[in-house]
């Protein structure tokens, strides 16, 4: 009994120490410096930074400057890394991106770090894109003879250990970032094909476009205009038959619904083509329905798909066809998983998967609801709030959910 009763309270110990630096923390700027609030909109750390991020999944790694000093600050607000690079930046699956400070603006320099503050590669690459899979796509100048030249900028993919798994030998259009464990790469003369991280040739380079590998599909092109959807082994579930295109972005397992647009071929215009129709399919090709708003809908995200009508306004369709949300919003972020953002007059709000107006259109700005909060400004416009001297009274505030102010605007 003694021994369940010592396992029960080192269990709950545990609980509460991991609850504890699990919640997710929001960026706060007060007269002019930065600091952090948890969710209940309590001040963890005092506004003292010249600019701050905060980073993860649960928004729970942050990033600060002041003066010349860049930090990492872990979960529990503990400075893992004080640095004099320019910024660290989240860039996916526990890894930062580190910018040298340079006078000059063009070309800027990265390297690598980990979530502990550990340096994996000094800053020496031109680019470099978010991990997925484990790695990630750079660029690199492999020849800085005469100067720092596009021709010598070259693309390959490393792990998180900085070690080259394909070296930069691709030009930076080339090849991709990994999706779903496919890294899509271009051979002249012969086309797109994808590989793994071993590098092993999973779908020969063939094809005039592919898209990103995503739960089981892929978009391809074999024609000069059209797509049509298939699986990794070459499999088309919907054919490219040159005369119809179709749109496969998913966000979620759920998103299973593909949309379908029949081409109209035109002369004289910036595209050779309009979009006359859009059907639903599923992504193993059995027709659905015929979409309202067709010509003028998104692919599905988050199970939604956005339509507009010839005034170009947006509204909401759910994956049974129905149109949640009539198109009277001038911004609609279909893609948001949660509550939706949009905008009308300039005003934002939020809608919900029904197309209800939960929260008015009221604000200047919003951002998506990140961990249960969304920040918003009043006074001003995003591009405004940068710039505190000449706008002061541009203020950020937090909202849940609800509505309710969490966090009152301040400068």
Same mark, same amino acid.
């Given at each position: ?40 909109? %309590? ?17 729970? #790694? ?68 978010? #991990? ?18 596009? %021709? ?8 998180? %250990? ?102 109209? #071929? ?44 010839? %005034? ?37 709000? #939020? ?61």
């Amino acid at each position: 009994m003694q021994a369940c009763k010592t396992i029960l309270i080192v269990l709950i110990l545990f609980i509460l120490h991991t609850s504890t630096y699990a919640q997710p923390y929001f960026r706060v700027r007060v007269n002019k410096l930065w600091g952090v609030i948890d969710s209940n909109g %309590k001040v963890v750390l005092k506004p003292v930074y010249d600019n701050l991020y905060v980073y993860g999944g649960n928004n729970n #790694f942050i990033t600060a400057e002041l003066g010349d000093s860049t930090f990492l600050i872990n979960s529990r607000l503990q400075i893992v890394a004080r640095t004099g690079y320019a910024a660290i930046i989240e860039h996916g699956e526990g890894m930062f991106m580190t910018k040298l400070r340079s006078k000059n603006y063009y070309p800027g320099f990265y390297g690598l770090m980990d979530s502990t503050g550990k340096i994996i590669t000094e800053p020496k690459f031109s680019l470099m894109e978010p #991990f997925s899979d484990g790695v990630a796509k750079v660029n690199m100048y492999v020849d800085t003879t005469g100067g720092y030249k596009d %021709k010598n900028e070259k693309s390959g993919i490393i792990d998180k %250990k900085g070690n080259w798994i394909v070296k930069p030998i691709y030009e930076t259009r080339y090849i991709k970032s990994s999706s779903d464990g496919l890294i899509n790469f271009y051979i002249k003369e012969k086309g797109w094909g994808a590989m793994d991280a071993t590098t092993k040739i999973i779908i020969e380079p063939k094809y005039n476009w592919l898209g990103p590998y995503k739960y089981g599909y892929m978009e391809y092109g074999i024609n000069e205009h059209g797509k049509g959807l298939m699986k990794k082994d070459g499999t088309a579930t919907i054919p490219d038959d040159g005369m119809h295109t179709i749109s496969y972005w998913p966000l979620s397992p759920g998103d299973t619904l593909v949309i379908v647009h029949k081409l109209k #071929f035109v002369t004289n215009d910036i595209l050779p083509y309009r979009y006359v129709d859009g059907k639903i399919y599923t992504v193993t090709g059995r027709f659905l329905y015929e979409a309202q708003y067709g010509e003028q809908c998104t692919q599905q995200c988050n199970g939604f798909f956005q339509v507009s009508n010839n %005034k170009l306004k947006r509204g909401l369709m759910n994956a049974s066809g129905e149109i949640v949300a009539q198109p009277v919003y001038d911004v609609l972020q279909w893609s948001q998983p949660v509550l939706k953002q949009v905008s009308r007059n300039r005003k934002w709000g #939020f809608i919900d998967d029904q197309g209800r107006e939960i929260i008015p259109c009221m604000y200047e700005y919003s951002e998506p609801f990140d961990n249960g909060l969304s920040a918003i400004l009043v006074g001003g416009s995003s591009s405004d709030y940068i710039f505190p001297d000449k706008y002061p009274n541009v203020k950020m505030g937090y909202i849940n959910q609800q509505g309710k102010t969490i966090w009152t605007p301040s400068w």
